[in-house]
């Protein structure tokens, strides 16, 4: 079996990915730790609604759309509100030093290593294309997928963001090509133990959304937007034992 960020078959994301693996036993479980940036241009509006231009008689015009950013910060501003709306979180935002991660079955937000809440209702990732080029090393005597090994993937994702049933201000979808890496070192031959660690980038996603503004002039719009230079980067390593070292005869 191969090492990926799972269920990144997922982003979900957005993850810490869980790497562990049929034939590594007790295995602690591995956070990946996601960092976000994108550019967003977001159309114009008005009061009335999405701009259409305005005739002069001579002309129409049609303001130049506004150009924001989504980050890692934004993300998790905008999952405090949801998941409160959802009652799954006590507050509207999150601890300062609370962070964004794939856990292996989904994305949640944690401080340290103790989750706060799991988003992956709202935040969710999907293998999209169809190829996966795989590339790496490992021993004929233990097999693929046990360490110690090396792997790189390449292959196209989609990471969406749906709070329908939440706020219902942020909604959108973004593809690109990922590239996940994934490793084990060589284990002890006395103890077992090992290190795994992995890697997810997705470089120069684009895609498209809507936000719609709770409060002001432009409350209940629905803005449409396009996403470009989405960027996506997790990494995280965790302990792990074959339970095959001499001490554990």
């Known amino acids: 079996m191969k090492l990926k960020?799972?269920?990144?078959?997922?982003?979900?994301?957005?993850?810490?990915?869980?790497?562990a693996l049929p034939g590594i036993v007790h295995a602690q479980e591995l956070l990946e730790k996601i960092s976000v940036s994108a550019t967003m241009y977001e159309a114009s509006a008005t009061t009335n609604g999405v701009d259409t231009g305005v005739d002069n008689g001579t002309s129409t015009t049609t303001k130049a759309p506004t150009r924001t950013f989504l980050t890692t910060a934004t993300l998790l501003k905008q999952l405090a509100l949801d998941e409160n709306s959802e009652n799954?979180?006590?507050?509207?935002?999150?601890?300062?030093n609370a962070t964004l991660d794939y856990n292996g079955s989904g994305f949640a937000v944690y401080q340290g290593t103790n989750p706060l809440v799991d988003v992956s209702d709202i935040l969710s990732y999907t293998q999209s294309g169809q190829n996966d080029?795989?590339?790496?090393t490992y021993t004929d005597a233990n097999?693929?997928?046990?360490?110690?090994?090396?792997?790189?993937?390449?292959?196209?994702?989609?990471?969406?963001?749906?709070?329908?049933s939440s706020t219902g201000a942020l909604g959108f979808?973004?593809?690109g090509l990922a590239t996940v890496t994934s490793?084990?070192?060589?284990p002890n031959t006395k103890t077992g133990n090992y290190t795994q660690s992995g890697s997810f980038s997705l470089q120069d996603?684009?895609?498209?959304?809507?936000?719609?503004?709770?409060?002001?002039?432009l409350a209940?719009?629905?803005?449409?937007?396009?996403?470009?230079?989405?960027?996506?980067?997790?990494?995280?390593?965790?302990?792990?034992?074959?339970?095959?070292?001499?001490?554990?005869q």
Do not use: H
């Open 5 to 19: 960020l799972k269920a990144l078959v997922i982003l979900a994301t957005v993850a810490g990915f869980s790497l």
């Open 88 to 96: 799954q979180w006590t507050n509207t935002k999150f601890p300062a």
């Open 133 to 136: 080029i795989s590339s790496g």
């Open 143 to 164: 097999g693929q997928g046990a360490p110690p090994f090396t792997q790189t993937d390449y292959y196209l994702v989609t990471i969406a963001y749906n709070d329908s």
């Open 173 to 175: 979808t973004v593809t």
């Open 183 to 186: 490793k084990a070192t060589n």
């Open 205 to 217: 996603g684009t895609g498209e959304g809507t936000i719609t503004p709770a409060s002001g002039s």
């Open 220 to 248: 209940g719009t629905a803005i449409p937007f396009v996403l470009t230079g989405f960027t996506a980067t997790a990494s995280g390593s965790a302990a792990g034992n074959t339970g095959t070292g001499s001490n554990e």
